[in-house]
């Protein structure tokens, strides 16, 4: 599900929480109290495959994984280290919850900067209380601004965590099916090649390309039938859902931008919403035959909503006609994207679309 799809959050680790100014050390603090607790609760693979009462379901989708581990390495060319070769369960139901935010009557996401990491979109934390509670604060600070909390399966410290076992596969998301499972790690490896300061659509726009392109592969390769058509149906929804909410993405644009004022920009908002509300439900009761798995998404849409939906998906098209103008080469690909990624924002955007 998009809402809960992937997002970087980086810890930024003791020099950051150092640095950081009075109002950041708490929130820089459990970023890195919370990641540590989680590495510490990973376990090798390898152990606990030689384990013999290891839940049988589990135990198919550890071996799944080191599977789908292999192959972003030898076919995918994504980095090769030590992420994705442990496990943790969490007991709890996401890696993190990220705060987001956007203004009353404008798409453009709130942003938040800090040492090390730079400006992101978003805001995560280790607890969920915390993230509600700190969501409400936005929403009592500025009560035109709307705030989403969403549930994050997994996030990637791009690398940076080798040293202490790399990021760990998580009960979060190890029970997805095949080709989520898939585009899930493929997504979150992509985020070691190249990352943009700074830049939160260019970078997940960038690994949702390798996770579309790279579960695809996968699937026609190494996928059973029964996959591949699991895969096909949730993908089939996927994109019809990306169909229709792009689709109202840009009316609700077209309002914010237009001369009217605010009194009317509102009144435009509320009837595209309904609206927007309305085309879910059909297309849920006459296409999908009653799936519900957006239900959670169509009932709390608002502009955050619609800030992250752009995050994940903007650049993807210009991000996959890069693929293919660099002869669907893997290794060239990268290197393109690693180049694109140090250019300055503006340029680097120019660049990637102009072709």
């Known amino acids: 599900m998009i809402g809960r799809r992937l997002a970087i959050l980086l810890v930024a680790g003791l020099a950051a929480v150092l640095v950081a100014g009075c109002g950041q050390v708490g929130y820089l603090a459990q970023s890195l109290n919370g990641h540590m607790r989680m590495m510490s609760a990973a376990e090798p693979v390898s152990t606990l495959l030689a384990r013999p009462d290891l839940d049988p379901k589990l135990r198919e989708r550890l071996q799944l994984s080191q599977r789908l581990r292999d192959y972003a390495i030898t076919e995918l060319h994504l980095p090769d280290n030590n992420s994705y070769r442990r496990y943790a369960d969490l007991h709890r139901g996401a890696a993190v919850w990220n705060v987001i935010a956007a203004p009353e009557l404008s798409l453009k996401a709130k942003t938040w900067c800090y040492p090390i990491m730079g400006c992101v979109a978003y805001r995560g934390y280790f607890d969920q209380a915390a993230a509600e509670a700190y969501a409400r604060g936005l929403r009592e600070d500025d009560e035109h601004l709307e705030v989403m909390v969403g549930p994050v399966p997994a996030y990637s410290t791009l690398g940076w965590s080798t040293w202490l076992g790399g990021d760990p596969l998580l009960n979060t998301f190890i029970g997805y099916p095949e080709g ?118 169509f009932a709390r849409a608002n502009n955050a909503s619609f800030a992250l939906l752009s995050a994940y998906g903007e650049l993807v098209p210009a991000f996959e006609a890069l693929f293919e103008r660099e002869g669907e080469d893997w290794p060239r690909f990268y290197a393109e994207v690693k180049r694109l990624a140090k250019l300055p924002k503006a340029e680097r955007r120019s660049q990637l679309e102009s072709h």
């Open 180 to 297: 989520e499972l898939a585009r899930m790690m493929f997504h979150e490896l992509a985020h070691q090649v190249a990352y943009a300061d700074d830049d939160t659509t260019f970078n997940e726009s960038f690994a949702t390309a390798v996770e579309r392109i790279g579960a695809a592969r996968w699937l026609k390769a190494r996928g059973s039938e029964a996959a591949r058509e699991t895969y096909e149906r949730g993908n089939q929804r996927r994109l019809q859902f990306r169909a229709l909410t792009d689709a109202y993405r840009v009316k609700l644009a077209a309002v914010y931008d237009s001369a009217q004022d605010d009194e009317a920009k509102r009144a435009a908002k509320a009837h595209t919403m309904q609206a927007l509300r309305e085309d879910y439900a059909k297309l849920k009761a006459e296409e999908w035959g009653g799936y519900s798995g957006y239900d959670d998404w």
